[in-house]
């Protein structure tokens, strides 16, 4: 079984469970987008996280939680998305339902693999649940992600580990294949996984009381089995 957790692009790793969620980009703080127009960017060496721009997400029972670094200036993965935060919120309802009864999404001891992990935030949180997790990204945020990683390693009940996987490279290096495949804001084409995937969307009472919205949608993905004629 795979999930997946995306919202626009396109995955090409086989079959099982996915879940998507689409959301729009969170505007900048006013604040960022004027430095960012105005300081030219920092050396990579120290972009690795934006002081002041951190991330917070607390649990469910509002106990402190995952802490994300972001930065200022990069590419899409370098701050989280509005879908990841309901995302990794759905994880962990999904997560205590499972516990109370067969109705979650069970994660402890599951391998997941994220695509497009961008700071790490719902492969952090799988991992948290107790979810065995390799989190993938292009090369160009892995130095983010394995801060993130290190710096929220107190709360891995599970595992988890940084890898680069560029969509459309060989995935020889991420087999066997996962249990869930996550992806948050990655899939911006709907009708392009309807042809390879059946689409569950998940009602929006079933997603966080809190992490929710109208416009951000989950969807749990299987993929279509084989229809040979006779
Ligand atoms: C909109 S961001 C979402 C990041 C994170 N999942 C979140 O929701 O906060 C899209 C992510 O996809 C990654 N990405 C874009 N093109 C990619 C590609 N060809 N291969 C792998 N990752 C890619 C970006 O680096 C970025 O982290």
């Avoid at 795979?2 to 790793?13: C, E, F, K, P, Q």
């Avoid at 930065?71 to 962990?92: H, I, P, Q, S």
């Avoid at 995937?197 to 809190?210: A, I, Q, R, S, T």
Wanted: hydrophobic share 45%.
């Amino acid at each position: 079984m795979i999930i997946i957790i995306s919202s626009r692009g396109s995955a090409s790793l086989g079959g099982g469970l996915v879940v998507s969620v689409r959301g729009e980009r969170p505007p900048p703080p006013a604040a960022a987008a004027a430095a960012a127009a105005l300081a030219p960017p920092p050396p990579p060496s120290a972009a690795m996280a934006s002081p002041g721009l951190e991330r917070a997400l607390a649990r469910r029972d509002g106990s402190s939680g995952l802490r994300l670094g972001q930065r200022w200036a990069g590419g899409t993965g370098c701050v989280v998305w509005d879908a990841a935060l309901v995302l990794a919120r759905f994880l962990e309802k999904a997560a205590e339902e499972e516990a109370a009864g067969p109705a979650g999404l069970p994660l402890r001891r599951k391998a997941a693999l994220e695509l497009g992990a961008g700071t790490g935030l719902v492969g952090l949180m799988a991992a948290s649940l107790g979810a065995n997790v390799t989190v993938t990204d292009l090369d160009e945020v892995q130095d983010l992600l394995k801060m993130n990683i290190e710096n929220n390693r107190h709360l891995i009940t599970g595992s988890i580990q940084a890898k680069v996987l560029k969509w459309g490279e060989e995935v020889s290096d991420f087999l066997p294949a996962p249990d869930y495949i996550l992806m948050a804001d990655c899939i911006y084409y709907e009708e392009l996984l309807q042809r390879d995937f059946d689409l569950e969307k998940v009602p929006l009472e079933k997603h966080d009381e809190e992490y929710r919205s109208e416009d951000i949608h989950i969807f749990i993905i299987r993929k279509k089995k084989a229809i040979f004629p006779s």
